[in-house]
């Protein structure tokens, strides 16, 4: 008898720390499910930004912030102009997936970004090639009929 009312109370402790693992559990996903929606908005707010993405690939955004679209986060912002003084998004609105981002610099304006930019370049030493921004691909040639 006393064994049977031992194993009900050792079956009830372990319920309890069940059920309070569960709850623990989720409270944490909701704190981090809070967290991320709190970090939506605009943390870089006035500043030029220069993205680079997964696919080696960079992007100047103008203003940028975090939006959600679904389960996806994105850094929105227009295309500013870049080092050359033009880009092809310069002026749209970019959307661009925060999974695909590998570094963000950060810049007050466009003049400063491009500075740096010079500084940098400069910098290298003669036996070192400076590196250049992608080109663009041109569309593959459409088949005449």
């Not at 370049?121 to 593959?140: G, N, R």
Request: net charge positive.
């Amino acid at each position: 008898m006393r064994t049977r009312r031992l194993s009900l109370a050792c079956a009830g402790v372990a319920m309890l720390a069940f059920v309070g693992y569960f709850a623990v559990s989720r409270l944490q996903a909701r704190a981090a499910a809070f967290a991320a929606e709190a970090a939506v908005g605009n943390p870089f707010p006035g500043k030029v930004l220069l993205v680079f993405l997964d696919s080696r690939s960079s992007i100047p955004l103008n203003n940028p912030e975090v939006r959600k679209l679904g389960d996806a986060t994105f850094l929105v912002g227009k295309g500013s102009e870049d080092i050359h003084g033009h880009h092809w998004a310069n002026k749209r609105t970019v959307w661009l997936p925060l999974e695909r981002v590998e570094m963000i610099t950060e810049f007050d304006n466009v003049d400063e970004m491009k500075k740096a930019w010079k500084e940098a370049m400069e910098s290298l030493p003669a036996d070192v090639p400076s590196p250049a921004l992608p080109k663009e691909k041109a569309p593959p040639p459409q088949k005449k009929e």
